[in-house]
């Protein structure tokens, strides 16, 4: 059929570039991965499986409902729907979806929360995301 091997085109016949977000690496830890040690990407990783370790992640961090992170996240953006135990420091936003139970500190400048996440820690709201003390991996 050639659905992915046609470029998309506008009305003059000219390829269009991709999109921003295909761009981007994308990575996922698949539900049966376990990742034991640090973890650091520049794109985007979806965590379905279990991580062990410090995440750090230029661009944004999916935790899907039922996976595990047990150390550090440091992001641009989390979206968490699984666990997280330990500090998450997002340098522009945090969303924590109904499914999300999350154990250590929140840092970050904006947060969502929907109704039945559970947060067992501080959440801390500056314009900076977290002090650069904390969060050295700047991009």
Do not use: C, W
Not at 8 to 26: H, K, M, S, V, Y
Not at 53 to 71: C, F, K, M, N, S
Not at 115 to 123: F, I, P, R, T
Request: no cysteine; net charge negative; glycine share 12%.
């Amino acid at each position: 059929m050639g659905f992915f091997t046609n470029p998309a085109r506008d009305e003059q016949g000219n390829e269009l570039r991709r999109r921003r977000t295909d761009q981007i690496p994308f990575s996922i830890i698949a539900s049966d991965m376990t990742v034991i040690g640090d973890l650091e990407t520049e794109g985007v990783v979806r965590v379905e499986g279990r991580v062990r370790g410090t995440v750090r992640v230029g661009g944004q961090v999916l935790v899907a409902a039922g996976a595990v992170i047990e150390g550090d996240l440091h992001t641009q953006e989390a979206v968490v729907a699984g666990q997280v135990s330990g500090t998450i420091v997002a340098r522009e936003r945090v969303e924590l979806q109904a499914t999300a139970v999350v154990a250590g500190d929140i840092h970050t400048p904006r947060i969502a929360v929907v109704e039945g996440a559970k947060v067992s820690g501080e959440v801390k709201m500056d314009a900076g995301g977290a002090p650069a003390s904390q969060d050295s991996h700047k991009s």
